[in-house]
């Protein structure tokens, strides 16, 4: 018995040692390890896992309105960047107060801090619209006889026209835009700058009508505008109207 164990303990222990070496080799632990954080998405896709982005998509696209506006006007902002630090856009808005029209503003951004769509910019602007406002005017008819001598004056109330214009002009500024949330998909913009916009002067110009009657008199009736009624439309226009210098708009929407 004792011959028999010392022939067969040499093949046991060699047994023993390769089967520990198969169970290390194939363990759990291994056919299952993942890749730390700085693995390849190709490693993550052998793995049969989806890989988590190191950093955050890029945004290219920004789509913003400006809610304090809505006392005279809806305006929208188109932004796309189309370069790491430059961008390019539309402001469309729509006035409704004492101007009624559209104005347009393509508009340039460069971002000298961070990268478009996020950071310290500086923008550059060119403008153009058209508009239509309301003037009050006093009518003041005077007949004439045929030989061209006047016979009556007659001052009879007021009319409100409306007076249509185009213009066109630009302005430059300073500006910061945060993307917000947790997707960094909600951009808060605030801009501030000068623009020129110049006002027609001559909208508001007084005007005459003539007519002859078929006894061969004159009439002429003039229309000169009441400027306590209508009030300084080219005060409104450059200080809180669309042609206002100082120049500032904040913004808040979506960003792809």
């Known amino acids: ?40 998405g190709r490693q993550w896709r052998n793995l049969g896992r989806k890989a988590v982005p190191p950093v955050m998509q890029k945004r290219t696209v920004a789509l913003r309105v400006s809610p304090l506006g809505f ?17 390019g856009g539309l402001v469309a808005s729509y006035y409704y107060g004492q101007f009624k029209g559209l104005k347009l ?17 500086l923008q550059a602007k060119a403008s153009g619209c058209a508009f239509n406002t ?24 007021s009319a409100v026209i409306k007076k249509g214009f185009k213009t066109a002009g630009g302005g430059g500024g300073l500006g910061y835009q945060l993307l917000l949330g947790t997707k960094r998909n909600i951009p808060l913009d605030i801009y501030v700058g ?5 006002f027609p002067t001559n909208i508001g110009e007084s005007f005459s009508e003539t007519a002859t ?13 009441d400027e306590v009624a ?27």
């Open 1 to 40: 018995m004792t011959l028999l164990y010392s022939l067969v303990r040499p093949g046991l222990l060699t047994g023993l040692l390769l089967l520990s070496f198969t169970a290390f080799s194939q363990s759990p632990a291994d056919s299952t390890a993942v890749p730390d954080s700085t693995a390849s």
């Open 71 to 87: 006392l005279n006007k809806a305006r929208v902002h188109g932004e796309l960047a189309f370069g790491r630090q430059a961008s």
């Open 105 to 121: 503003e393509p508009f340039v951004r460069y971002y000298f801090v961070g990268r478009a769509l996020s950071g310290l910019y």
């Open 134 to 157: 309301e003037y009050t005017y006093n009518r003041t008819i005077t007949t004439y006889n045929a030989d061209g001598f006047p016979t009556s004056l007659d001052t009879e109330g």
């Open 194 to 198: 000068l623009q020129w916009m110049p």
């Open 213 to 225: 009657l078929p006894d061969g008199k004159r009439t002429e009736t003039r229309w000169s505008v």
């Open 230 to 256: 209508s009030g300084d439309p080219e005060l409104g226009w450059y200080t809180l109207g669309p042609g206002s210098v100082l120049n500032g708009m904040l913004s808040v929407g979506i960003a792809f």
